[in-house]
């Protein structure tokens, strides 16, 4: 099945080439090129297609050799030896159905392949956008600590001219405690994905990982094709599997023909000493046709259910994977339009707190300023952002599985 093939190559090359940012198209190639895994079923891949070759072959060339220890007298003289030659041969059809099963066969273990490859593309986009998530949040973590360092010192300037407590001093001291808490915690969990991340490339765990430093969302959203879900590998599987049982009932029935067998006996026979007679001491040739015919065997027909019912449980398997492709897909969808609100809710929620921020220190020139409502509305400004980078992080992840199961 050829063509399968072509689909599913093709597939690969528009999620590579077309979904991703450039940066992570380099580490899936990586990650393709080196992953154990997908080595693995590749090497399983060569080994079904190597069995195409073994397919073709014949049963073994059968040889013997007898000697008469009493030799048997005939006319033209006594036998001394006896060599036999035998070869037997399948059904007309037999071999080219038993390559074509062997080859329905590789092509079903190439669709695992590309399933595998599929696999770990999303794998590695997730671990990826992870990524920046974690290190997104590590640089407003720093920017805010370090705007509360400015702020602090404006507190302690406060505190020289009276004008507010050295108690606030220490509750902004304490915050920035708690912020670089925080950004330790995100740093440990980058460092933790980074690993996992450079195994999924099969590269040195510690390796460093350019990641994109700024992402939006876009302003549109590109439309979702179901009618590629029929074209998904998770889909061409159960078409392969369903044609490799195809071929193997057309070998059943070809098994439930005769096989021949061609052969040659040669007689070694010695010269009469007692009389000279016509063709005293000539040798014996003897072709050899032999026919073997399965008249009692129900294997047949016992095979030929099970085919069937084989098939007919592809079938359901193939209808359980699209109805779950389906639920995933609509998911997705959701999730992804959910994750849209998020961030132009987030986007609105800041410029409204950055205006809150601006009117605190306005009153700053002509008053003491209310370090208890600048705390809240940092922190609220600081949630926003992790909020809004928690929404792009979502929104491409639900891409990435969008992607994977349309091929878009």
Known sequence: MIHIKYIITIGLLVITS???AQ???DYIEVALKNNPEIQSFELKHQIAEEKTNESVTLANTEFGAGYFVSEPETRTGPQRFKLSVKQMLPWFGTITARENYSSSLADASYTEITIAKRKLMLTVTESYYKLYALQAKQEVLKEQIDLLKHYEQIALTGVEVGKTSAVKVLQLQIRENELDEKRRVFEQEYLGELVAFNLLLNQDKENNVAVISALE????TEEIEIDNLQLHPELLKYDALYNSVTQA???????????LGIGLDYINVSERTDMDVLDN?????MPMVSISVPIFNKSIRSKTLQNKLQQEEIEMQKA?????????LEIASKNRTNARISYETQQKNMEQAV??????IKNYETETINFNDLL??????????????EAIKNYYLQSALINYITNN
């Open 376 to 389: 809240d509305i940092l922190e609220l400004q600081l949630n926003i952002q992790l909020n809004e980078i």
């Open 217 to 220: 969302i876009p302003t549109q």
């Open 281 to 285: 001491g000539k040798d014996i040739f």
């Open 18 to 20: 077309v979904s991703y």
């Open 249 to 259: 009932e057309l070998l059943n029935q070809k098994s439930n023909g005769p096989n």
């Open 320 to 328: 359980l994977k699209i109805n779950q492709l389906t639920t995933y």
């Open 355 to 360: 205006n809150a921020e601006e009117i605190l």
């Open 23 to 25: 940066s992570l198209n």
